[in-house]
C-alpha cells in the first residue's frame, strides 16, 4: 500500500507569498524522501531530498522539513513564483533507485 | 545532452494488441525504470534495472515485460493490452551509487487502449 501521502490535492497561493506544502507518510523506518516537481506534459523533475538523520535542508528557495516523530515532512518555496505552478510530489526512496510517490499537490499561482 | 528520451509519445491502441514503448538514455547510467501515472495520482513503479542484463519488478508488473540488453536502453513490451493499461508512462534513469535520490526522467508515453 501507499507509504506517502498528501494532504491536500491543490493548493492556491499569491504571487509573492511562500508555499508550504505538506506530506506524512507511515513507515517509521523510511529514512529518505524526495521532493519532486512536475509541470504539465512533462516528467517529474528533482527538487530537493533529506535523509532521517536530518530536521532540516535548504536549496535556492526551497526548504524541507522533515519532522520524524509525527512523521510528516513538508516542502517550503520561498517568494513564490508563477514559474512554480506545477504538480508537488514527495517521495520515499526505497533503495536501488525504487521510489514510492505520494499522490501530488497541484500548486496554483494567483497574481 | 538529450538525457532520457520517449518514443512514442502518444500511441493508441486496441484491447489485445502489442507494443514496445522505447526508451534510451546518453548519460551512461546504470540504472533505469519504468512508471505509470493515473489520472490524480503518483507514479508507480512497474519494472526497474540495475545493470544491463538484469531487471526486477516493481510495484505494478503484471501485463509488462523489459529487457536490458544495453546499458542505454530499456524498452517495455505490452504483450496484449488491456484498458486498465491506458496511463502515462515514464522511463527513468540514474547512476549507481549516487548520493541523491535524483532520477531522471523522460517526457513520458502517453497510452489509450481501447
Known amino acids: 500500500g501507499e507509504s506517502v501521502g498528501l494532504h491536500l490535492p491543490t493548493l492556491s497561493v499569491q504571487e ?9 507518510y507511515s513507515n517509521s523506518a523510511s529514512d529518505y524522501f524526495i521532493w519532486y516537481k512536475q ?13 532521517s538523520n536530518m530536521d532540516k535542508r535548504q536549496g535556492q528557495r526551497v526548504t524541507v522539513l522533515l519532522n520524524k516523530t509525527v512523521k510528516h515532512l513538508s516542502l517550503q ?16 526512496n526505497q533503495g536501488a533507485q525504487k521510489l514510492v510517490f505520494g499522490q501530488g499537490t497541484r500548486l496554483t499561482i494567483n497574481p | 545532452n538529450a538525457g532520457v528520451t520517449q518514443t512514442p509519445k502518444f500511441q493508441v491502441l486496441k484491447t489485445g494488441q502489442s507494443m514496445t514503448l522505447q526508451c534510451a538514455q546518453d548519460m551512461n547510467h546504470e540504472y533505469m525504470s519504468w512508471y505509470r501515472q493515473d ?18 519488478q516493481g510495484e505494478v508488473p503484471n501485463g509488462y ?12 513490451r505490452l504483450l496484449s493490452a488491456a484498458p486498465s493499461q491506458t496511463s502515462v508512462y ?6 549507481a551509487g549516487a548520493n541523491t535520490g535524483e532520477l531522471f526522467f523522460g517526457e513520458g508515453s502517453r497510452l489509450t487502449v481501447l
Open chain 1, 39 to 51: 509541470e504539465s506534459g512533462k516528467g517529474p523533475q528533482f527538487i530537493i531530498d533529506i535523509r
Open chain 2, 39 to 56: 489520472p490524480g495520482m503518483g507514479l508507480r513503479l512497474i519494472h526497474y534495472s540495475v545493470g544491463a542484463g538484469i531487471t526486477d
Open chain 2, 65 to 76: 515485460n523489459v529487457s536490458r540488453s544495453t546499458t542505454e536502453d530499456f524498452p517495455l
Open chain 1, 16 to 24: 509573492g507569498d511562500n508555499s508550504i506544502i505538506n506530506c506524512a
Open chain 2, 90 to 95: 515514464f522511463c527513468a534513469s540514474s547512476p
Open chain 1, 77 to 92: 518555496i520561498a517568494a513564490t513564483q508563477p514559474g512554480d505552478s506545477a504538480v508537488y510530489f514527495c517521495a520515499e
